[in-house]
């Protein structure tokens, strides 16, 4: 009887995958943007709001116009719930907003129509979210994520693993690179994870690096470090961080509080009282 449930139980997740699977490739899903993006000057955020599902009334983010410079160190604030991963997953394109603009350098970036241009955005972007996927697969594989280790850039990847502060524990482990980290990173500690994720962030080589409480599970000590790493980076990087420790944000060159879905201040480091 318990088999039974669980076939009944499961039927409908196995019966929506395998529909997926038959879906076609819409003809434009292959084929290169005609519209290339560059980031030269700023990022605009134009009267952006967003709500879940038909229910405009409750909206997660309303009326939210930011602009964010080439280069910018931005830090995001505000409580749980307040919309701050939200706003994040709007900028990386994860999810879209139900009315407003995102526009880079004067070029829409636009989501819903035969002309769409995300895809090229996307390569400008890496994300660093809070729920963290490792494959059950080794070190290089996770931070390069390369099928083969000939496809992979030493150079890079050992450069991007030392910038997460990854590298000595990867050096000192017994396979290197090659150490497997388990399903979901089950043989790591939490750190080791998203310190991972972070390298691969930076292996991507991106323009644009959204962290999303992506130092939560790091020590005082070591959260210092990869921050200062991360400030340290090409100053044409721009990096936006979302943070509940103010001292991660102490080097940012603003600070957005947001509350209730909205902007409710722009801060500094020094007003804060943060700045070091």
Request: glycine residues 6%.
């Amino acid at each position: 009887y318990a088999g039974f449930a669980n076939i009944r139980g499961y039927s409908s997740a196995i019966n929506s995958v395998i529909n997926t699977c038959y879906l076609e490739i819409p003809n434009n899903y292959l084929t290169n943007n005609k519209q290339k993006f560059v980031f030269q000057k700023n990022l605009s955020l134009k009267n952006i709001s967003f709500s879940f599902g038909k229910n405009k009334d409750k909206k997660i983010l309303e009326n939210i116009n930011l602009e964010i410079l080439r280069g910018d160190k931005i830090g995001i604030i505000g409580a749980t719930g307040s919309g701050k991963s939200t706003l994040i997953n709007l900028i990386s394109g994860f999810i879209t907003p139900k009315t407003g603009s995102i526009i880079l350098d004067n070029k829409f970036i636009i989501y819903d129509s035969k002309e769409n241009n995300y895809r090229s955005w996307y390569h400008l972007i890496s994300h660093v979210p809070q729920q963290i996927y490792l494959k059950d697969g080794t070190i290089w594989e996770n931070i390069s994520l390369a099928d083969q280790m000939q496809n992979v850039d030493q150079k890079k990847l050992v450069w991007a693993a030392e910038k997460a502060e990854i590298l000595d524990y990867i050096k000192n482990s017994k396979l290197g690179f090659n150490t497997i980290v388990g399903e979901k990173g089950i043989k790591l500690s939490g750190g080791q994870c998203q310190r991972i994720s972070i390298a691969r962030a930076l292996y991507k080589n991106c323009d644009i690096l959204l962290l999303d409480e992506s130092t939560s599970s790091l020590d005082a000590e070591t959260e210092k470090l990869v921050i200062n790493n991360l400030m340290n980076l090409d100053n044409n990087i721009t990096i936006i961080f979302i943070a509940h420790r103010l001292s991660t944000l102490s080097k940012c060159s603003k600070i957005i509080e947001i509350k209730n879905g909205k902007i409710d201040n722009i801060h500094t480091p020094k007003s804060l009282g943060i700045d070091q």
